[in-house]
């Protein structure tokens, strides 16, 4: 089942109690400055840290099991993602590196790892479903990516489908308060998954409710 929002996370999840969801996994806007990813909206916020800051606490609260936070450091936000790692200390149960095989090409070091913060507030270690569950994996940057008319930076489903297929269940209600294109949630679908997902541009959300409606017919 799919539950898609048009709305501001902050305020959505608002309104939403503690504890409704298994899960949380969701990639935010990295405040690349250079604002050249989206068409129709900016990514660029004024207290970048006050914003993840919000949006990780606004997870925990309504989250009851491990929430996924896919987050890059770069040049511009280093600072503000180091820091958030320092105040939710306690929370992190453990890091997961997302390793991309083709990074974009820099004329310094190539940045070609993401962090997955993997955070909680009644689990003390993170669980796989299998023995030899890898802290790390490996995926391509979505440079197939069918929406990239709509959205650049759409989430290869490769990355998402590593962390709900080794820690996740069948059944697990999932939220992504960032949803863009719906990634999570095609991912969730495949999997036998409930997903809610929010997002405050009216393209996007349009986008993903096109795709999540595909998805569903050609499961049918």
Same mark, same amino acid.
């Given at each position: 089942?799919? +539950?898609?929002?048009?709305?501001?996370?902050?305020?959505?999840?608002?309104?939403?109690?503690? &504890?409704?969801?298994?899960?949380?996994?969701?990639?935010?806007?990295?405040?690349?400055?250079?604002?050249?990813?989206?068409?129709?909206?900016?990514?660029?916020?004024?207290?970048?840290?006050?914003?993840?800051?919000?949006?990780?606490?606004?997870?925990?609260?309504?989250?009851?099991?491990?929430?996924?936070?896919?987050?890059?450091?770069?040049?511009?936000?280093?600072?503000?993602?180091?820091?958030?790692?320092?105040?939710?200390?306690?929370? =992190?149960?453990?890091?997961?590196?997302?390793?991309?095989?083709?990074?974009?090409?820099?004329?310094?070091?190539?940045?070609?790892?993401?962090? =997955?913060?993997?955070?909680?507030?009644?689990?003390? #270690?993170?669980?796989? +479903?299998?023995?030899?569950?890898? &802290?790390?994996?490996?995926?391509?940057?979505?440079?197939?990516?069918?929406?990239?008319?709509?959205?650049?930076?759409?989430?290869?489903?490769?990355?998402?489908?590593?962390?709900?297929?080794?820690?996740?269940?069948?059944?697990?209600?999932?939220?992504?308060?960032?949803?863009?294109?719906?990634?999570?949630?095609?991912?969730?679908?495949?999997?036998?998954?409930?997903?809610?997902?929010?997002?405050? #541009?009216?393209?996007?959300?349009?986008?993903? #409710?096109?795709?999540?409606?595909?998805?569903?017919?050609?499961?049918?």
């Amino acid at each position: 089942m799919n +539950n898609l929002i048009n709305g501001c996370c902050f305020d959505v999840m608002g309104a939403m109690k503690d &504890n409704q969801f298994d899960v949380v996994f969701t990639s935010p806007p990295y405040n690349r400055k250079r604002n050249d990813k989206y068409n129709n909206h900016t990514d660029i916020v004024e207290d970048y840290y006050a914003f993840l800051h919000q949006s990780v606490s606004d997870c925990l609260r309504v989250c009851k099991g491990n929430v996924f936070y896919n987050i890059q450091q770069t040049s511009y936000n280093r600072r503000d993602v180091h820091k958030l790692m320092g105040a939710f200390s306690e929370q =992190i149960i453990d890091v997961l590196i997302w390793h991309k095989s083709n990074p974009m090409p820099s004329a310094n070091i190539v940045n070609a790892y993401e962090y =997955i913060l993997v955070l909680s507030d009644t689990n003390k #270690s993170l669980k796989a +479903n299998s023995t030899y569950t890898l &802290n790390h994996f490996t995926t391509p940057v979505y440079s197939s990516n069918p929406y990239k008319h709509i959205h650049r930076a759409v989430m290869n489903p490769d990355a998402c489908g590593y962390v709900l297929r080794n820690f996740a269940q069948k059944g697990d209600s999932v939220l992504d308060p960032f949803m863009g294109m719906g990634t999570t949630g095609e991912v969730c679908s495949t999997m036998g998954m409930n997903f809610t997902g929010i997002e405050k #541009s009216v393209d996007y959300y349009n986008g993903a #409710s096109e795709r999540l409606k595909q998805n569903k017919q050609m499961e049918l």
